[in-house]
């Protein structure tokens, strides 16, 4: 820019000269040196703000890089950790109903045991997804329904709903990893279970249309009012109600890489989380 400045300056003092001699062409010198170094000046200016700029980038970088290893660290050992009193507490909540049978205080202690379950696999599932293998097998999608129905009946009483599954498949099978199957079925299932009304009944539908294999839970529960969003991370529409907000996170990175279509409808009368699935695909 200065010696753009420069160059115009001395383009007019040539054509000033030309006019006359008499006028002190010097003048018009001093005006382009004195621009050629406040442009220097306010060049090297720049320059310190953009490098002191690219300095407090770079060392913000650097926290948020270390403050998500720690965090990592920190939710990886908590997993680790909850695990063992996890298994202790299901394992003697089986054995004190064989010794002593059911009774009300124990589910309730058993309902909130299988939520805090829930819970840990899908933390354990998003901190060893990137590290482990999920082979698949052929599973036969209605029996697995049922024994996820049979872990969450006593969680379903507590909240006063029930289920009602309807199979309108012939012992359809689908080729999938059962983790991440798992994964898929508890997170609709808890979600169903938490915002279903009292007394309502929560369906579980499938059907086969073509080659997939369709998979729908519904139930008169609270209005979605924002579906598109519903499965973005740490997104809760209702924010009194406990809960994280990354289990649909997870559902959906699932659906994405395994190829599942998801369809959300939701009215004040009944909302379906819809899913589509790849039947006897190897």
Request: charged share 25%; proline share 1%.
């Amino acid at each position: 820019m200065a010696f753009v400045f420069i160059a115009i300056l001395g383009c007019i003092s040539f054509f000033k000269h030309l006019e006359t001699v008499d006028e002190n062409l010097t003048v018009y010198l001093l005006y382009g040196v004195f621009i050629f170094f406040f442009n220097l000046f306010y060049l090297k200016a720049i320059r310190l703000s953009r490098e002191d700029y690219e300095n407090k980038l770079k060392k913000e970088k650097e926290y948020s890089e270390r403050l998500l290893k720690s965090q990592k660290r920190f939710l990886r050992y908590t997993v680790h950790e909850t695990n063992t009193p996890l298994a202790v507490i299901m394992a003697n909540i089986e054995l004190y109903e064989l010794e002593q049978g059911r009774n009300a205080t124990l589910q309730n202690i058993e309902a909130a045991t299988k939520n805090i379950a829930s819970m840990y696999d899908d933390l354990s599932y998003l901190i060893q997804k990137e590290k482990l293998e999920y082979p698949k097998r052929m599973i036969e999608f209605g029996t697995f329904i049922q024994s996820r129905i049979d872990f969450f009946d006593i969680v379903a009483k507590q909240s006063d709903v029930g289920f009602k599954i309807v199979d309108k498949t012939d012992n359809a099978t689908i080729y999938f990893n059962e983790t991440r199957l798992q994964r898929i079925i508890d997170n609709n299932i808890t979600n169903a279970i938490k915002y279903t009304y009292v007394g309502e009944v929560i369906t579980l539908l499938l059907k086969c249309i073509k080659n997939k294999v369709i998979f729908e839970i519904s139930s008169h529960s609270t209005h979605i009012e924002d579906t598109e969003h519903i499965f973005d991370a740490y997104y809760r529409e209702d924010y009194e109600e406990d809960g994280l907000g990354l289990g649909l996170d997870l559902v959906q990175n699932i659906c994405q890489k395994e190829n599942v279509k998801i369809i959300v409808t939701s009215t004040d009368k009944c909302t379906t989380f819809s899913y589509a699935f790849i039947k006897d695909k190897k």
